[in-house]
């Protein structure tokens, strides 16, 4: 729940909050009257959280930058707000700056009335349609709701354990003889069902009366969807875990259904066509992956935005970045600057994460040489050698072109999402003024 600034970006992760990117400013004088959007405020821990609910954008801030909000939110010029904020606080502010700051954040609407675009668009509620789908999805988002996923959840570990019968094998993928075929299948019927999964997090974002947004994006090498969370920040801690939790839960609801219907099979209560048997033992491997995947915590999953929330961390994952990277080379002045000021929930919890984190990579570069590499070089070469043999006429062509193309589609997304967003830095970098 990304991660995924925004999210930690959990893409789905509300485990980090924003940091300003650049936009072009307006001419601020002493005499400008800030207008501000609709910002919530709300306190965490030792420091206040201000946030665009809206756009997904949260900052936190000392005690003193609300009370400069509440006086700008009262109509006054910068310099007024400047002597109103040390007749209140004795503290001497440099309001101007601040006021720039919000206006890269994207925190103002207008100056002295004339509007000012912010940066990234605005998640979504899907109107009337995600208020019924909330109304309706209530029920399955209270705490008893999620008593009964837990119990699921323990039931399918035990049964897993238990029944050797049931418990998934890798070359469970390869349903039909055909291998990349089989791959291309489950690509194609996997991510309507990944899809589901957000959308779990989504609804639950709607159930709370908060906006979302599911987008495409990656891991490392690995392509995602993610739904952007960041939203869950304007609500009590308590109310977040249900959104965060509900894409492992609607899994772990299939996953039971999927049980249930292969230990039927298994036990002679039904006889499916063979294909159909195989394709179950082929989707519970694909299900207990899944699910297994949202405990790599080092890859901001959902897990991780739960352990994030209920470390009562802010950006766990920049701080420990920047707590790992101080032990191999000096920081910069500005990151110096930013792992001072990070909350002492974080810098605790950072010493621990940060040897996750390494370890992660290095997972992955391992897993990277050992397993994708070497299976990308597998598709590509089956792709080539098909096309090769067989005629453009045939059958076998369009088949081997097909299979083959929907096969390598979770490999070439991160490449293009990572194309996506280096363009998309550039032109936030040609458009700043310094």
């Known amino acids: 729940m990304a991660s995924s600034g925004t999210a930690d970006p959990v893409g789905l992760d509300p485990g980090g909050l924003a940091s300003a990117e650049p936009v072009s400013r307006p001419q601020l004088s002493p005499h400008s009257r800030v207008e501000l959007r609709e910002l919530h405020i709300s306190s965490e821990g030792d420091e206040f959280l201000v946030g665009d609910v809206a756009r997904g954008e949260f900052v936190a801030v000392p005690a003193i930058a609300v009370t400069v909000i509440a006086a700008l939110r009262a109509g ?19 309001v101007a700056d601040f006021a720039a700051t919000l206006i890269d954040l994207g925190f103002v609407a207008r100056i002295d009335g004339a509007p000012v675009a912010g940066p990234g668009g605005e998640l979504a509620y899907g109107g009337r349609l995600g208020e019924a789908a909330a109304r309706l999805a209530r029920p399955f988002y209270t705490w008893p709701a999620f ?14 354990i238990a029944v050797p019968s049931l418990r998934p094998h890798i070359t469970q993928l390869f349903f039909l003889p055909n291998p990349i075929l089989s791959a291309a299948l489950l690509t194609i019927i996997g991510m309507p069902l990944a899809m589901t999964h957000e959308l779990a997090h989504w609804v639950g974002a709607r159930v709370n009366g908060v906006p979302a947004r599911i987008t495409i994006s990656r891991r490392y090498y690995m392509m995602v969807l993610q739904t952007d969370l960041t939203a869950l920040w304007a609500l009590p801690r308590r109310r977040r875990f249900a959104a965060l939790l509900a894409g492992i839960a609607w899994d772990t609801v299939r996953l039971s259904s999927l049980l249930a219907a292969r230990a039927a099979q298994l036990a002679g209560w039904w006889h499916p066509a063979p294909l159909v048997g195989r394709l179950i033992a082929a989707l519970i491997v694909t299900h207990v992956l899944t699910i297994s995947w949202q405990f790599f915590v080092f890859l901001r999953t959902d897990i991780y935005a739960v352990l994030a929330t209920g470390l009562g961390c802010l950006n ?12 191999y080379r000096r ?10 000021g990070a909350g002492p929930r974080d810098l605790m919890a950072a010493r621990w994460y940060g040897w996750i984190q390494a370890g992660g990579l290095v997972l992955v570069v391992v897993y990277f040489f050992a397993f994708f590499v070497p299976l990308i070089v597998t598709i590509a070469r089956w792709i080539i050698l098909g096309l090769a043999r067989n ?6 062509f369009w088949e081997v072109l097909a299979s ?5 589609v979770p490999a070439a997304v991160p490449a293009v999402t990572y194309l996506r967003d280096r363009r998309q830095r550039r032109n936030e970098a040609g458009t700043a003024r310094p």
């Open 76 to 94: 006054h010029t910068l310099a007024e707000t400047e002597d109103r904020v040390r007749a209140e606080t004795g503290e001497q502010v440099d």
């Open 147 to 160: 008593a009964l996923y837990g119990l699921l959840f323990t039931g399918c570990l035990v049964l897993l």
């Open 316 to 327: 766990l994952t920049r701080v420990s970045r920047l707590r790992m990277a101080q032990r």
């Open 331 to 340: 920081l910069t002045a500005a990151e110096a600057a930013e792992l001072a």
């Open 391 to 396: 005629s453009p006429a045939s059958f076998s």
């Open 404 to 408: 083959g193309s929907a096969a390598l």
